[in-house]
């Protein structure tokens, strides 16, 4: 089954490896132009998934297209329209950074010029040209993360898979990072990202694939993910009289935190109610010291789910 729509659609994929059941029941939908997020705890079958996105391992159930094509029927189609990246670099420490990057792009076919231009300008955007030619032993961890990044990208695939892009990256290759996805992604090109930081995630996802031992438990829009009820953790000085003036408006409250610091938390089902509570708690003269969500919006989703972490 090829599809004409691109990005990828996933139905009932399933994979065991013997008797452990990796996988056992994904669906979804990841379209072009979007980021779409890959969220579960350790060991739920996100790296797994991601192998049979990328045509490296094949489902044992389910059907599957990626970048419109189905990889058990024309896999060699299928990576020419990936570029995938691993959680880590993998073996080819000897070859300096252009190497990679050259030797990826001669796999793909492309010319040796074109190669070689591409492999400057990808070193130039994840800010590696000073370690062009070094090897890439010598570079630190995050810097590894931004060269496999280029080299994910060395063929301009129409999609991209990312295992857990973010990891052993600074504050500001993150903040990069995100800009790029986002970028990739305005281009037109689907991006499937895998990550442990949701809070980062919100920032950069237009949708989230939630996944709980080898399932897909939910799918949902960043967009819906906003509209939920959320946690808000409010904080006065002194406590008291915001524990008296929620009480007088109904407002159901819990105590958390210790002695050192201690906070209300309260459920809040829109921003719109959020703005008024805190109209309302500062006139009644309350004097709020905090007042925000508890975590970001997929942290919120992620922790009502009935997820187990193994
Ligand atoms: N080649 C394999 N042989 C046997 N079991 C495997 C193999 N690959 C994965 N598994 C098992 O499948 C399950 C899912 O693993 P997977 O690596 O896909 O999870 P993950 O969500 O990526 O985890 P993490 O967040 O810790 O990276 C785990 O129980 C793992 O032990």
Redesign the pocket.
């Known amino acids: 089954m090829n599809n004409e729509y691109g990005g990828i659609v996933a139905r009932g994929i399933a994979r065991s ?2 008797s ?1 059941a ?2 056992r029941h994904i669906d979804f939908a990841a379209p072009p132009g979007e980021v779409t997020a890959l969220i ?10 991601l192998l049979i996105l990328a045509s490296l391992l094949a489902p044992d159930t389910g059907t599957l297209t990626v970048g419109g094509v189905d990889p058990m029927q024309d896999a060699a189609a299928v990576r020419r329209r990936v570029g995938w990246m691993p ?1 880590t670099l993998g073996v080819w420490e000897s070859l300096t950074a252009t190497e990679i990057l050259t030797v990826m792009g001669s796999l793909y076919g492309m010319p040796v010029e074109e190669r070689r231009s591409r492999a400057a300008e990808l070193l130039a955007a994840v800010r590696l040209e000073e370690f062009a030619d070094q090897p890439a032993r010598v570079l630190s961890r995050g810097q590894q993360q931004r060269l496999s990044l280029a080299r994910a990208l060395i063929h301009d695939p129409a999609v991209l898979l990312l ?2 892009p973010a990891s052993g990256l600074d504050p500001g290759s993150r903040v990069e990072l995100r800009a790029t996805l986002r970028s990739l992604a305005d281009q037109g090109k689907t991006v499937v990202v ?1 990550s ?1 930081v949701l809070s980062e995630l919100d920032e950069i996802a237009d949708r989230a694939v939630f ?1 709980n031992r ?1 399932e897909s438990v939910k799918n949902q829009t960043l967009d819906e993910a906003g509209t939920q009820i959320r946690r808000y953790y409010i904080q006065a000085e002194p406590m008291q009289p915001l524990a008296d003036a929620l009480a007088s408006h109904g407002v159901e409250f819990e105590m958390r935190g210790d002695s050192r610091r201690s906070e209300y938390q309260v459920m809040v089902s829109s921003t719109d109610q959020a703005a008024w509570l805190l109209r309302t708690l500062v006139m009644a003269d309350v004097a709020i010291t905090a007042f925000a969500p508890a975590g970001g919006a997929l942290e919120e989703t992620y922790m009502s789910l009935d997820t187990d972490r ?1």
């Open positions: 490896f013997g452990v990796a996988i579960g705890p350790n060991g739920s079958g996100k790296t797994t998934l959680d295992d857990e895998s442990h996944i080898g193994q």
